[in-house]
């Protein structure tokens, strides 16, 4: 067994190539079955960010990385608990996805712009390289337990999610990083059985 690190960013595009992550959380379940959460945000170029992608995570409402700091360890409560410089923000990204698989929900997304985040900076990507995606790893569980009729493509993640005794985070709670990492984690247990 390894440690899983159920991830999420929110993004100011949905291309990395002209957007960045300016919201990371991680909820690292090590193989003792302790969970750690980690809620970031990142000062990020916004000169080509996408209006409806910091709109879908209200960037503007949220965003609390004081002027003259790269980045803050945020509360829950969208508060910061610590101003960060880059190379310390590096450090505990890495730290938190060490050896870890990583959950999500369309994770691939999520990956692209960590690892943009991380190669900019000269730093490994610390992470095994073979994410889990909540949405066919629920399709698989219900095909299994006999509910393939359930099942159609496009995969609806939301849908997917209900099916398995799941309710998706609500509006306020979606799109922001540490609910959507929750939600992952949830998926992943309900479709796995395992938990902490």
Known sequence: MT??????????????????????????????????????????????????SLSIGRYQERFAVSAGWDAAEMNEDGTVRARLTMPELLFDVQEALWDAVLVGSNPGFDVRFLTKLLQEHNRKLPWHYRPVDIAPLAAGYLVGCG??????????????????????????????????????RDVYDAATGSGS
């Open 147 to 184: 509910r393939g009729a359930e099942v159609t493509l496009p995969y609806s993640s939301r849908g997917l999610s209900r099916a398995v005794g799941v309710e998706p985070p609500q509006q306020g709670v979606a799109h922001t990083a540490l609910g959507d990492a929750r939600w992952a």
């Open 3 to 52: 440690a899983l690190a159920f991830t999420d960013a929110e993004t100011t595009h949905l291309d990395p190539w002209f957007g960045d992550a300016w919201e990371i959380a991680v909820i690292r379940r090590d193989t003792d079955g302790t969970e750690a959460e980690y809620l970031w945000q990142v000062r990020v170029p916004l000169y080509h960010a996408d209006p409806e």
